[in-house]
């Protein structure tokens, strides 16, 4: 008995040291990359970065602009979700206006954390080698160490995403009512980073309902929390958009725009770079933002309504541009880096999906993380497909990769726990 306590002791320490050596590794990386950045803004930065101006100097959430068309110049809006304009603000009022460097620097911790995430959420699909190696390729990731130089939602939003999953994971295997709640409150702070995520909610609370092994009360319950969670923390926003703009606002009310810009029916496939063949209409001039917001909504349905072949069309270019390893507008060089690191993952992760669905039996957190990529995959045939609009599943493609990389590994005769246990590592 007294050996046993001082293996299992042994291995949790093992445990702690592999997560510090992943996290310092990830983050010394994610360092030296920003510190060769330049001290300027590139793409959408410019955007947050002038909500956070607004921001610091006591205005509220205001852009001076006209936001996706739809906020108003100068006048609280509800375009943006605030946190990471939020998190920007904050950075600049302790380490000082502008201080790029100091934000990058901040959004290298947080995407440390992701790959921590992402080593216990395959510690917890599968054992422990298959969690090293998953943590230990997502420390070097080149996307998801590349966002970090770039002052947009992505690495916080991801952060918030891995959370989640990983929060959900524990709940099913735990019935923590601690991990339901925590697993609502990221998903509400989630789509405060980035709206898009709200609709996963239902799928979240089936795919709970079936993992969880206990009575339907329990089951009820534990939904619940999760549902309460994220209320929590979705709340004070909502409430402060009922403020600004008498209307229940969830989260953003920029959904018409990109709605109405992604399914325009313009010729160009380049779904990202159409500003130029997308008719902006004009609105009266005493239009709200609620008003614009739903006026584009109207012309997407329309669009939408009157251009169904080539909707479809549309559908199935963003669905392989979703799935598209090379990069549109880069250098080749960063396109053959993009097939072998998400290429190689992707193909690695499907190795396992295809023999687990003929028998029917993917394990309840590789089929959460399946869910959470299916759904962004057909998010992408309504919007967007691209690096940018995979990022945020990448991490998960990741962990299921692993299993498929150790798996073939094994069925080769190279044996994982062995030497696991040579490094101070036991096997779950």
Known sequence: MVIAKLISSIACLAARRQVIVLFCAAAVIRLA???TLPSSLRFDEAYYQDMADHLLAGDGFTFSFSAWHTGLPCRPTSVQEP?????LAGVYHVFGIHNYLAARVVQCIIS??????????????????????????????????????????????????????LFAALTANSQSRLSACATGVLFGLACLTRGLIQA?????????????????????????????????????????????HKAFIPV?????????????????LNFNDRWDEIRIPSMPSSYTEIQR?????RLAMKNIRNNPRLMVRFAVAKLADFWNPLLKGWHPVLSLLNICTFGIATAFAASRLIPALRLRQVAPIPLLLWLIIGYYAAMATLFTGGGKARLPVEPFLIVLASDGVVALLRKSGWRCNSLSRHAGVGSQ
């Open 33 to 35: 990359y920003v510190a």
């Open 83 to 87: 946190l990471f304009p939020m998190l």
């Open 112 to 165: 440390s954390f992701t790959v921590i995430c992402v080593y216990a959420i395959s510690l917890l699909a599968f054992d422990r080698p298959k969690a090293l190696l998953a943590g230990s390729f997502a420390a070097i990731y080149p996307p998801l160490v590349f966002f970090n130089g770039y002052l947009m939602t992505e690495t916080l939003y991801i952060a918030f995403l891995a959370g989640m999953i």
């Open 200 to 244: 996963f909610l239902p799928g979240l609370l089936v795919w709970l309902w079936l993992a969880l092994r206990c009575q339907w009360r329990v089951r009820i319950g534990t939904c619940l929390l999760v549902m309460i969670g994220g209320v929590l923390a979705i709340a004070p926003w909502t409430i402060r958009n009922y403020a600004v």
């Open 252 to 268: 953003t009310t920029k959904g018409g725009w990109v709605l109405y810009f992604y399914t325009y029916p313009a010729p160009n």
């Open 293 to 297: 917001n739903q006026e584009f909504t």
